[in-house]
């Protein structure tokens, strides 16, 4: 199995405007999703896929991650209400509602970890 290195290095480098354009030009053109693995592979002389991307991919797959993240603060904010619901429990009324909403809270959870793994491995893929 391929391990990783860790990257502890740095590599500081001036560029004028123009020339700044120049690599902001061939980044955009290549599959490459950030300037410093662009950098990276042109530095050393590795290959570089210069294909087009698609902009809607990369749009849902960000749009994806944004709704992977708001899933995530609501099912946050669900369990912060059940737990202080939780704490009105010796009112008799509430024993009822609290179970229900318990069990809702773990369906819920549940299917924002479905959502969070498809959302993964759909981002792995692109």
């Known amino acids: 199995m391929k391990q990783k290195s860790k990257r502890e290095k740095w590599l500081h480098v001036r560029l004028n405007q123009s020339e700044y354009e120049k690599i902001q030009t061939q980044f ?6 950030k300037l410093s693995d662009f950098t990276r592979r042109k530095l050393l ?17 960000e749009e994806l991650a944004q709704l992977k993240t708001e899933l995530s603060a609501a ?8 737990k202080k619901l939780h704490t009105l429990s010796k ?8 179970i229900s909403y318990e069990l809702d809270r773990r369906a819920l959870l549940r299917q924002v970890e479905k959502v969070s793994e498809h959302i993964s491995k759909a981002a792995e893929k692109w």
């Open 45 to 61: 002389g590795q290959l570089l896929v210069g294909t087009f991307r698609n902009a809607s991919i990369d749009s849902l797959t």
């Open 75 to 82: 099912g946050n904010n669900f369990n912060q209400a059940v």
């Open 28 to 33: 955009k053109a290549t599959t490459c999703r």
């Open 91 to 98: 009112i008799k009324e509430f024993e009822h509602w609290l």
